[in-house]
């Protein structure tokens, strides 16, 4: 309404700041959502009411809404999507903007993401990632774009930023940047909806499928993947009867859509081939791990990443032994990013090299901030038995694959 990102969140967050002076005193409105839209506008039009082009802009607004009236949303927003967040991130991924940029500014404005945990994502700096949201901010207002919900023959354009987005959500949830908190179950959740929404509105999608079945199958195994008391249990020593079958037989079904569309197959089927591995798997030991380390390479092809290849290492190292994935894996170079010298710790473990993967785990221990991942590496670092190693493939932020943990 206001055609400034910027404007419009600080409105919102006055709204928000009304409705905490208000509600203890008067009680929650019927309508929550309806009341605070209402407010942010009366907000709007009180701060363009001050300004010299008052009479222009009000008739962008519409007129003043009696005090009485909660208007739904459907009022400001062209529906044709039927989620309110979902119309959101297809607005904000605005092709005026890089990817990158729509992708940052999303996850911030929208998704409930920090700037640290983006920047996780992307593999980058945290001031990179801030600037990168203020730039995209500033372009929308000097350029004059207007937050308008895109017409049905402008998605497939926006598509691949709004993938990324919903992705980027699951894997903060699937694994936790920092804080007491392996998995963060109810951001799994939302990405899962959301999903699941976007493949029902863009049936001929393949790669919407492919994002579907690769969250479903990852997210099957969020029950076996704490224990009594909240700790990690990692890939190999999960109890796989506690594995969701429901969400593995979604997934399955969805890998099936994806892969029956015409055209190539993308990097979100990709994933999700190599995530139903997993899944077809009753035992660890029943692991199809050279079709993985197949699939890694193909996807190395599709989307090249440090990160693919630090996957494909793992599964190279399960498929033909820890010294071929040592091979690929001392040819990488990872910044600060904990699951390298993780890897390499399991890795240089399984060939008997104790003292080197001890220093590689206590590497691992330095750079990481999430307290579980922590205590798992310390305890490496302690002594693991080379029959303990879990060939834990790693966490994969941004355009990598996900933790297949």
């Known amino acids: 309404m206001v055609g400034d990102v910027g404007l419009a969140e600080e409105l919102a967050q006055d709204a928000f700041v009304i409705a905490l002076e208000q509600w203890p005193d008067r009680g929650v409105p019927p309508n929550p959502g309806g009341w605070l839209m209402s407010t942010a506008k009366h907000r709007a039009i009180d701060l363009v009411r001050r300004r010299a082009t008052y009479e222009q802009k009000l008739q962008q607004l519409g007129r003043r809404l009696p005090a009485h009236h909660e208007p739904d949303l459907d009022e400001a927003l062209d529906d044709h999507i039927g989620d309110d967040l979902l119309q959101l991130i297809f607005m904000a991924c605005h092709p005026v903007l890089s990817a990158e940029a729509r992708a940052a500014l999303t996850l911030r404005l929208l998704c409930g993401l920090t700037t640290d945990e983006i920047a996780r994502g992307f593999l980058t700096a945290e001031p990179t990632i801030g600037q990168r949201i203020f730039r995209a901010k500033r372009t929308l207002a000097t350029k004059g774009v207007r937050f308008e919900m895109p017409a049905p023959e402008d998605l497939p354009a926006r598509l691949s930023s709004v993938l990324e987005i919903i992705y980027l959500v699951f894997n903060e949830g699937y694994s936790a940047t920092a804080g007491d908190d392996w998995t963060r179950p109810a951001l799994c959740e939302e990405a899962l909806r959301l999903g699941r929404i976007l493949a029902g509105l863009m049936p001929a999608e393949p790669e919407v499928h492919g994002l579907v ?174 029959a303990e190693i879990s060939a834990e493939p790693p966490a994969a932020p941004g355009r990598t694959p996900p933790d297949p943990r």
């Open 213 to 386: 079945a690769l969250m479903e199958l990852q997210a099957s195994r969020l029950p076996a993947r704490t224990g009594p008391a909240g700790e990690p249990v990692l890939l190999l020593d999960q109890e796989r009867a506690r594995w969701d079958r429901l969400l593995i037989r979604r997934g399955l079904e969805a890998l099936e859509r994806a892969e029956a569309q015409e055209g190539p197959i993308g990097p979100y089927t990709l994933q999700a081939a190599i995530a139903a591995c997993h899944a077809r798997a009753t035992a660890p030991e029943e692991t199809d791990w050279e079709r993985i380390a197949a699939l890694y390479t193909v996807l190395a092809h599709v989307m090249p990443s440090p990160v693919v290849d630090l996957n494909r290492a793992i599964a190279v190292g399960m498929a033909d032994g820890p010294a071929k994935g040592l091979e690929i894996l001392d040819t990488l170079t990872l910044d600060g990013y904990a699951q390298l010298p993780a890897a390499r710790g399991d890795l240089l473990a399984r060939l008997g090299r104790t003292d080197e993967a001890r220093a590689e785990f206590e590497r691992a221990v330095a750079m990481t901030r999430n307290e579980r991942e922590r205590a798992i590496f310390e305890r490496r670092a302690a002594g693991l038995s080379t």
